[in-house]
């Protein structure tokens, strides 16, 4: 079960979702909070617009750059999103794979006073959407069902505290986002979204905030909606 | 920081907890409950009483036994329990050592027709306390924070349903268990309690249940309680 790529590299209006059907059942009408709908991944539409510019900077400018806001703002708190489709029976997860390299999940840093739902969804809208503004970035974020933390700039991150650590530079927070029926992807053309099967999600090829994401999504019962 | 090996072999009448202050923060009184209050290790009390009688039998007599069971009863469904104490201002995980031979999470197999928590609740119990029947016997369990499921006798779990999968044999579910203050843990001599730093878990070590439980439990934020 191959993962399969749903950013399209230069069309925006073939492969219109199919929506039919399923209007009946909307994500919220679930009566216990840990079943979640997943829909089809043909119901959804996946284009592209124009590359995000990334910074482009080395490893130790990275590092640096994160110490001077660190000075400036204090802990980086990031926030990402664990949005789930289904195909084949198999809930598979939408990452990005970043300049054809490295992959991650769709989110960023907050803004200093941001709050951590309208972050989410400020970034989704930027990465995910065609329009920023516009009524195509309605995201229903759920709950937080896990952290990571960087003890300091250029070391890995951990799913707790280490010992002794008073001053953590980085949080990194994964929210459970609930995906409508159906919705437009248009994602930068340097930051393709793939979705993955989570029976081949592994740390080596996806790194471990993502190979993780299986267990902490565990909890909740896929219900596939069919059309 | 090694793991800590926290069942005395033979006494039942020393080691008696440090119990002083800290009675006004009782672990009920955090406002938001993904604040979880994690007590020093020193302040539980450590014993062991006479061994459970395990099942002694090969993998295939435990296969066919299951099958057997899976027969007459469908799903067999487990309930273990995550406890964790605090060391060093490190989160300690308490994990059963099994005849001196592999770990396991404190709990098992639910009776047909019990729920999740009053099952816990007894294999806490049985395997953790003196009297099984007593005042000791208090525990507050709270949410579920994964599963775990078998698609079949003999193989490996996952923490989603296979493809395709449609009578699984074992489902697994971990539940964050809220210790008080202090306590007295009474183990069986061949069900060994310890207490492992959560930077020390790995998955050769523990297995794959015991070695996702830092991330499921990662959401929440560990207030450790001091004397």
Redesign the interface.
Same mark, same amino acid.
Do not use: I
């Given at each position: 079960?191959p993962r399969v790529m749903v950013s399209s590299t230069n069309n925006n209006n073939t492969n219109t979702p199919n929506t039919t059907s399923n209007n009946s059942s909307s994500s919220s009408s679930s009566s216990d909070e840990?079943i979640v709908n997943i829909y089809p991944l043909s119901n959804y539409y996946f284009g592209s617009k124009l590359p995000l510019s990334f910074k482009d900077e080395t490893l130790a400018e990275r590092a640096q750059r994160m110490r001077t806001n660190y000075a400036a703002y204090g802990l980086r708190t990031c926030v990402e999103a664990i949005l789930v489709v289904e195909m084949? @029976?198999? !809930?598979h997860l939408l990452v990005c794979q970043v300049k054809n390299s490295f992959f991650k999940l769709p989110g960023g840093r907050l803004r200093p006073g941001e709050s951590e739902v309208e972050g989410l969804k400020r970034k989704l809208s930027r990465k995910l959407c065609a329009d920023e503004d516009g009524c195509d970035t309605d995201w229903e974020i759920g709950? *937080?069902?896990?952290?990571?933390w960087r003890p300091d700039f250029e070391t890995l991150m +951990?799913? +707790?505290l !280490?010992? =002794?650590l008073r001053k953590p530079k980085e949080c990194t @927070?994964l929210f459970l986002v609930k995906l409508p029926c159906s919705k437009r992807f248009i994602a930068p053309k340097n930051l393709k979204l793939l979705a993955v099967?989570? *029976?081949e999600i592994n740390e080596k090829t996806y790194g471990q905030i993502i190979s993780?994401v299986?267990?902490?999504v =565990? @909890?909740f019962s896929?219900n596939f909606i069919e059309d």
């Open positions: 079960m840990n084949r @029976k198999h !809930p709950e *937080c069902v896990g952290m990571w +951990y799913p +707790y !280490p010992t =002794s @927070k099967p989570f *029976c993780g299986p267990q902490l =565990s @909890k896929f």
